[in-house]
Nanobody, 127 residues
Framework: QSQLVESGGGSVQPGGSLRLSCYSS????????IGWFRQAPRKEREAVSC????????MYADSVKGRFTISRDNAKNMGYLQMDSLKPEDTAVYFC????????????????????WGRGTQVTVSS
């Protein structure tokens, strides 16, 4: 059973916005960097963004820079992905996952191997 739960997906028109949430009732997310990934039909999974456990360091894929904003609220044990100016090519199932860097609280790297994947939330951008 997944330890992470994503929510907030839906259907929007191009140019619209959605805010995805990632929650865990079992993991203390402040020990982990949080990553967001997506997978479109017939395509490989793509890394979208990550945020370090503390210090707020972030990383974005070029395809979403300037449109998506990752954040977290450690007090609520939540991670978020604000998606603005959505495009049809953003259509995918979006997943959150975590990576523990063992005390390196300012680190996140989309090339890292993330774990504890959620089941995903569907985002559809279409007119």
């Amino acid at each position: 059973q997944s330890q992470l739960v994503e929510s907030g997906g839906g259907s929007v028109q191009p140019g619209g916005s959605l805010r995805l949430s990632c929650y865990s009732s079992t993991l203390a997310l402040d020990n982990f960097a949080i990553g967001w990934f997506r997978q479109a039909p017939r395509k490989e999974r793509e890394a979208v963004s990550c945020i370090s456990s503390m210090r707020g360091n972030t990383m974005y894929a070029d395809s979403v820079k300037g449109r998506f904003t990752i954040s977290r609220d450690n007090a609520k044990n939540m991670g978020y992905l604000q998606m603005d100016s959505l495009k049809p090519e953003d259509t995918a199932v979006y997943f959150c996952a975590v990576k523990e860097y063992y005390g390196d609280w300012g680190r996140c790297d989309l090339r890292s191997e993330f774990s504890d994947w959620g089941r995903g939330t569907q985002v559809t951008v279409s007119s």
